[in-house]
């Protein structure tokens, strides 16, 4: 019989039966009104979109894209949209245009090489790019390689002007007139509906793209929120007045990833918050912005957290924050504890730990408001959210035994776009396999190892697979695996490194190696664990490769110590 885990307050929970436009823009449940300032460039202050301007953008967005590359025009779910910015206050803009006139938000890393850019575009069977100025070359070849015209990539600018117009200038996707988005109530069509698609490294190497529907970012958007909404209306039948608190976020993680695409685009909508938009992430930046807008509410990694714990030059930037989490990778408690030191006074436990990956529409589990948790834990599970822990053969293990951790909730994605093998292979009778391990200890759930050969290197995902896909390729190299380190100090974080089988003594050097996946892999998946020559790889009878054996071999080479 299944040992099923649930939410023990409150198991499940009515969804709102509407679109995700409709929900953010025209229910009882969104609390912006129409003047509240929802983007604001941090770079330029005066520079804000307030709730009306933003329908206003997105309705001749909508019409732009309709009546300009008939997005839309055969029916919603069809015409795949691929975008790449770094962080601006056009791109929510542009994520609500494209879902109201009927298309798929398709996010690309805006760390993507021109490979990379055109296989994700390929793969999508989008018609249509977007790119922010930064990214306009990289954009322009990539649509040469699929053979798509200037006229179908649009630049998206911010400032000092808001643009949307094509690369040799004969398109303005911003139309005068507007064209309003279908609103739906029908729940058969808002969970079959696809209206956004993220890209998940695969352990083949390719990227999958993850789909999500009105019904997935409809049920993100409102689970996540109940604690908090819950909380304060306990805190006004007790006759306690609530803190006078104005919600503002520092939006500097990617956009691509559902950390950004959720926390910068949906959430902060839907609580009426603001979104203080730095261009492009940077420590520097950072720090000054914090001061500067007086953040509230810091949702960030474990390893900008860790910095955050370890710099001298940290002293009273988050003095205003009364609300933190952090997700994509785990958090020890030791790092929980010296993060919180430097959050609000410093005294009181802050930071939620949150666990979700892009296939369950971000977080699963999360931290009510008004409780906390120090010991490294990821938090109660949410409200209509289902987990299983099991063994290799689907069997459930008891709960201080590690185990696969399984997923079943409305939160869940349908599958992967236009890969049904894959789709398949990721579900058990109904049931979403993570691919992550788990425990729990003292009724708490704690994430302790990963069953996938995904590796994550600051929250990003990495596929050795990919890695070494690129390396036999090259001319020296007979074989080659790639493994993942920890990084030191920096939980969560995975080292890349390479064991290469050269076609013959000293044939190729660690420097080449390393330049020749600099030179085609986006900077994140590099190998920062180094290169080690070896004269066989260690495989099992079929030939493939013992990475387990591998990784310790790493461990002891680099002096790590396993964890007990």
Request: aromatic residues 8%; proline residues 6%.
């Amino acid at each position: 019989m299944s040992r099923i885990y649930r939410n023990e307050k409150q198991p499940t929970v009515d969804l709102p039966s509407v679109d995700l436009l409709t929900l953010l823009f025209d229910s009882e449940h969104g609390l912006a009104q129409d003047d509240t300032i929802l983007h604001q460039e941090a770079a330029n202050p005066s520079n804000t979109v307030n709730k009306r301007q933003l329908r206003e953008l997105v309705e001749r967005i909508a019409h732009g894209l309709r009546h300009n590359y008939g997005v839309g025009a055969n029916g919603p779910n069809k015409d795949v949209i691929t975008v790449i910015s770094y962080g601006q206050i056009m791109v929510p803009a542009a994520f609500h245009g494209v879902v109201a006139a009927g298309g798929v938000y398709s996010a690309a890393s805006p760390s993507s090489t021109v490979a990379e850019l055109a296989r994700q575009v390929k793969i999508g069977n989008s018609r249509l790019l977007i790119c922010g100025q930064e990214h306009e070359e990289v954009a322009a070849k990539a649509a040469k390689e699929c053979g798509l015209p200037l006229t179908s990539v649009l630049l998206l600018e911010s400032s000092p002007k808001w643009k949307l117009r094509s690369l040799d200038g004969s398109i303005d996707a911003i139309s005068s007139s507007r064209l309003p988005w279908q609103r739906i109530t029908d729940r058969k069509a808002l969970k079959n509906s696809l209206i956004t698609i993220l890209w998940s490294s695969g352990t083949t190497g390719l990227p999958k793209g993850v789909m999500l529907s009105h019904e997935n970012l409809v049920a993100e958007t409102y689970i996540t929120s109940l604690s908090g909404r819950q909380w304060a209306l306990a805190e006004v039948e007790k006759g306690n007045e609530l803190p006078a608190v104005t919600y503002r976020t520092l939006g500097h993680l990617p956009i691509s990833h559902i950390a950004g695409l959720f926390g910068y685009l949906l959430a902060p909508m839907y609580s009426a918050g603001t979104v203080i938009w730095m261009r492009k992430y940077s420590w520097d930046d950072m720090l000054k912005y914090l001061k500067q807008y007086e953040i509230t509410i810091f949702y960030t990694v474990p390893s900008i957290f860790l910095r955050i714990s370890k710099s001298p030059e940290v002293t009273d930037h988050f003095k205003h924050v009364v609300g933190a989490s952090t997700g994509a990778a785990p958090m020890d408690g030791d790092l929980m504890q010296a993060s919180n030191a430097k959050l609000g006074s410093g005294k009181d436990p802050m930071i939620g730990q949150t666990w979700g990956l892009s296939e369950t529409t971000g977080a699963i589990t999360m931290m009510p408001k008004g409780q906390s948790d120090v010991t490294g834990s990821v938090s109660p599970i949410l409200p209509s959210v289902e987990l299983r822990m099991v063994d290799d053969d689907f069997n459930d293990v008891p709960a201080d035994q590690e185990g696969e951790l399984l997923v079943r909730s409305p939160l869940v994605t349908n599958g992967y776009y236009n890969n049904p093998q894959a789709t398949k292979d990721a579900f058990h009778d109904g049931w979403f396999c993570t691919g992550d391990i788990g425990r729990m200890r003292n009724g708490l759930f704690y994430i302790v190892d990963r069953k996938k050969e995904l590796l994550k290197y600051k929250g990003l995902q990495v596929a050795p697979a990919e890695i070494e896909n690129l390396l036999f390729t090259h001319p020296q190299i007979k074989e080659a695996a790639v493994v993942g380190v920890p990084a030191p100090d920096d939980p969560g974080t995975d080292l890349p490194r390479a064991y290469v089988v050269p076609t013959a003594p000293n044939a190729v050097s660690e420097t080449d190696v390393k330049k020749w996946v600099a030179d085609r892999l986006a900077p994140y998946k590099q190998l920062r664990g180094g290169v080690a020559f070896v004269d066989e790889l260690p495989k099992n009878a079929i030939g493939k490769f013992l990475r387990r054996e591998l990784r310790d071999r790493a461990k002891k080479e680099m002096g790590i110590k396993a964890k007990l």
